[in-house]
């Protein structure tokens, strides 16, 4: 799912190549503006040509594709056998993973565009009729649905991510719900001081989350109290991602930033000069992958904090990549779909 887990920690148990070739491209008919899913030697993407696609993990070659009836701008979901994708109508389709065939659809109130999160057997669904949606992943079925409240043009475009208690959710008027995976009940709410468009990051009793004024947060994940917050260059983009003690996150305008991740405290700082859209995914050996809107695929490792290779991919990459068995996946606007090795 976005980020490999509920908790969207962008951390693979396997390596970043070190430089990287690459293996195949294929062309969707549709952007890709969320990330690529990889899951027993097949990649999933959905893009905005109203379908989600199968592809080989070995060759690109197109497995299966299923038309949902509208754009689709979340990541899907992959929990053992069943894959779910959330498209722009507001419509959750779960699918059969190896063959494509349709498992059931549940319709929701408002558009998605939020990539959903899954955990035990349930589904979480943020959807911009202002519910956040707890889904039963084996026949569709509401559980509960919380209301987040939002003022009228508001809405909710952020991922929710889980812990083993709670779901947390952020809404465009700047609140950050947590939500009772069990009841659906509110468990704490706490206003930040903008919107918030991506999604938390959940490690321990923390909880980081950016939003549009150009902060980053840390709350405590049990009470929702503010432990610090923390201003940088430009709307920081994608979840913060934890390596060590210290918390990377780009900004639209190119920054780099790792901070202090106990304190708030900027550490190291650095300038690719073009525009950032997602989170860095690194890989077990410290390598952090990153792509720009200007076409660039760069590799960094974050224990030099230098940029050891880069990539030139010639489309906007707005979904973060994906690494598994030692290959870096990733996907562009213009609907190509690379993997490199």
Do not use: C
Request: charged share 15%; aromatic share 10%.
């Amino acid at each position: 799912m976005l980020g490999g887990d509920a908790g969207h920690t962008f951390q693979s148990v396997d390596s970043v190549p070190s430089n990287p070739v690459k293996l195949w491209e294929t062309k969707l008919q549709g952007g890709v503006f969320g990330s690529p899913v990889v899951h027993e030697k097949t990649v999933y993407v959905a893009a905005h040509d109203q379908r989600v696609w199968a592809l080989n993990m070995r060759n690109g070659k197109v497995l299966w594709n299923f038309a949902t009836g509208d754009a689709i701008s979340a990541t899907p979901v992959v929990i053992g056998d069943t894959l779910v994708v959330a498209s722009k109508d507001g419509t959750v389709t779960a699918l059969h993973a190896k063959s494509g065939e349709k498992k059931w659809q549940t319709k929701t109130g408002g558009k998605i565009v939020a990539s959903p999160a899954a955990d035990n057997g349930v589904l979480y669904v943020a959807s911009n009729d202002l519910f956040l949606y707890a889904i039963d992943l084996e026949n569709g079925k509401i559980l509960w649905r919380y209301n987040a409240e939002d003022y009228r043009y508001g809405g909710l475009y952020v991922a929710p991510a889980l812990d083993q208690e709670r779901v947390y959710v952020g809404a465009k008027n700047g609140v950050l719900h947590a939500v009772s995976r069990q009841t659906g009940k509110p468990a704490w709410s706490t206003a930040l001081g903008s919107a918030m468009y991506d999604a938390p990051l959940v490690i321990g009793n923390r909880l980081y989350i950016s939003t549009y004024d150009r902060a980053l947060y840390a709350l405590d994940a049990v009470t929702g109290v503010i432990l610090w917050h923390r201003v940088v260059d430009d709307w920081p983009k994608g979840t913060p991602v934890l390596v060590g003690d210290t918390l990377y996150v780009g900004t639209t305008s190119g920054g780099l930033y790792g901070i202090q991740a106990a304190t708030g405290v900027v550490v190291w700082q650095y300038s690719l000069g073009d525009e950032l859209r997602h989170s860095f995914t690194v890989g077990v050996n410290r390598v952090g992958v990153i792509g720009t809107m200007q076409g660039r695929l760069l590799g960094m490792d974050l224990n030099t904090q230098q940029v050891v290779w880069e990539r030139k991919v010639g489309a906007a990459i707005f979904g973060a990549p994906a690494v598994a068995d030692s290959t870096l996946v990733m996907a562009t606007l213009n609907g190509d779909v690379m993997a490199w090795r």
